[in-house]
């Protein structure tokens, strides 16, 4: 579950937002129980540029992750048209 929101700063610029709340459920491999229930949240954050009318340039980042196991990614995106 989750949602994403892209602010128009202006006709070049936007600013994107996100959220979302995952759920892992316990596992057993070879009758052994490897974790219990997790809450994973992750929210994101990131800007999109447009050069022209057929290229924009992103950059973002994703934080979250459950205590077991944090996580952060950040993330630079080239967008051409064809």
Do not use: H
Request: hydrophobic share 40%.
């Amino acid at each position: 579950m989750g949602g994403d929101l892209s602010i128009i700063l202006s006709p070049k610029i936007t600013l994107d937002l996100g959220a979302e709340q995952r759920f892992q459920t316990k596992q057993k491999i070879n009758g052994n129980q490897t974790s219990n229930i997790r809450s994973i949240p992750t929210f994101s954050v990131g800007s999109t540029y447009s050069l022209n009318a057929t290229t924009a340039i992103s950059v973002n980042a994703n934080f979250g992750g459950s205590s077991a196991a944090p996580d952060a990614i950040f993330g630079l995106t080239l967008w051409k048209k064809f």
